[in-house]
């Protein structure tokens, strides 16, 4: 199983937004709603961000959304903070008992 | 709140065998399938395997099939990874994690990880 594609590095202001694309095909992100975003800094475990394409776990602000177009997803970081510079990784199930993660993608807060 | 703690994580020959455990509390422990999920030093997420909340299926990924056995054992609230015949290329930090359900895929909480070097 291959993993989902997302772009290496996305950056902004404080204040902006940045979106984040995760693609994959039909058997995965475009054929399931288990799509997921993590949030991970440095040194630290992956935290869940968004789940099942667009529902946001309590305790994460409204700062982040979900999306999905076909097999592509889409992170979506609104009102750039300080504390949003991490890695974000996508993660999709993949069918066959199997899941996926993205490449992952590096958010600069610039 | 959500905890998991993994444990047995250390430096260990190829070829050589090693088990992680991860404790979980503050939920209800059986009503959740369980993931391992690896990261290999400056690399990505790879998901290793799933176990069913009641440990009835099991299912791994390509890379560790056949070497690798995901367990519980719900009375102690804990998952287990039996990794065996390891090889350089399964160096990574082993997170345990939580399922939104009770046979998957809906990944939420993760433990810190726990560090395995497989190195001669």
């Known amino acids: 199983q291959s993993a989902l594609t997302q772009p290496p590095s996305a950056s902004g202001s404080p204040g902006q937004s940045v979106t984040i694309s995760c693609t994959g095909t039909s058997g995965d992100v475009g054929g399931y709603n288990y799509v997921s975003w993590f949030q991970q800094h440095p040194g630290k475990a992956p935290k869940l961000m968004i789940y099942?394409?667009?529902k946001r776990p309590s305790g994460v602000p409204d700062r982040f959304s979900g999306s999905r177009s076909g097999n592509t997803a889409s992170l979506t970081v609104s009102g750039l903070q300080d504390e949003d510079e991490a890695d974000y990784y996508c993660?999709?199930?993949?069918?066959?008992?199997?899941?996926?993660f993205g490449t992952g993608t590096k958010v600069t807060v610039l | 709140q959500v905890q998991l703690v993994e444990s047995g994580g250390g430096v260990v020959q190829p070829g050589r065998s090693l088990r992680l455990s991860c404790v979980a509390s503050g939920f209800t422990f059986n009503t959740c399938a369980m993931h391992w999920v690896r990261q290999a030093p400056g690399k990505g997420l790879e998901w290793v395997a799933i176990i069913w909340f009641d440990g009835s299926k099991k299912h791994y990924a390509d890379s560790v099939k056949g070497r690798f056995t995901i367990s519980r054992d719900n009375s102690k609230n804990t998952l287990y990874l039996q990794m065996n015949s390891l090889r350089a290329e399964d160096t990574a930090v082993y997170y345990c994690?939580?399922?939104?359900?009770?046979?998957?895929?809906?990944?939420?909480?993760w433990g810190q990880g726990t560090l395995i070097t497989v190195s001669s």
């Open positions: 994690a939580r399922d939104l359900y009770r046979s998957g895929w809906d990944v939420d909480y």
């Open positions: 099942e394409v667009t």
């Open positions: 993660g999709s199930y993949a069918g066959n008992d199997n899941y996926v």
